[in-house]
């Protein structure tokens, strides 16, 4: 990613993402290949929810002319978007604030919809997963990407296990699930909305 020297929001907002997009979660959870399993193709609209530093929106902005809405709560986080967005040439990307609870996009108004390691920090994640369900057009697909494993240090902590995501999903009407585990940290599931 970028390293910034000419942005002008919150620098301490770039060091927050460094870990986040370092090689080390590159290699873990490579953004080309998953979106590999989202296919956004075409004129395919896209929604990033809890889109950080655009780690999954600007791969997706290259392979699509349609709209990508990166979407995030934080300002700090949509100032750096804006800036990424303006730095890499992608015009089709577009900066929204929002909540995964409370996405301000029109029911069936995207033809896919990715959240990656957002769902485990919510209070209710039904409410986030039936959201994503609500603004993805029927025949669309979804991406979610969450920790597959407990705390390295042991901690109770923010995790939502794959049976957990799974049971989530389908009680809100996604079909056609299917898995993948990255570098035995992370699981991926790839679903399609009826």
């Known amino acids: 990613m970028n390293d910034g020297k000419d942005f002008e929001g919150d620098p301490a907002t770039l060091e927050r993402l460094r870990p986040l997009e370092s090689a080390e979660r590159l290699a873990q959870l490579p953004p080309e290949r998953l979106l590999d399993r989202l296919e956004p193709v075409g004129a395919d609209s896209v929604l990033d929810v809890g889109a950080g530093g655009g780690y999954l929106t600007f791969p997706a902005a290259r392979r699509t002319t349609g709209t990508v809405y990166a979407m995030d709560a934080d300002p700090n986080i949509r100032k750096v978007l804006e800036y990424r967005s303006i730095e890499y040439g992608a015009a089709n990307v577009k900066v929204i604030e929002g909540r995964v609870e409370q996405i301000p996009l029109p029911d069936s108004s995207v033809d896919k919809g990715m959240a990656s390691l957002i769902f485990h920090i919510l209070d209710d994640p039904s409410e986030g997963v039936n959201e994503l369900l609500r603004v993805i ?58």
Do not use: C, Q
């Not at 299917?178 to 570098?183: G, K, L, M, N, V």
């Open 137 to 194: 057009k029927p025949g669309g697909s979804g991406l979610i990407i969450e920790w597959a494993k407990p705390r390295p240090d042991g901690r109770a902590g923010h995790r939502i296990y794959e049976e957990e995501m799974l049971r989530l999903l389908l009680a809100a009407g996604a079909e056609n699930v299917s898995r993948e585990e990255w570098a035995d940290t992370y699981y991926s599931l790839t679903f399609r909305k009826p």
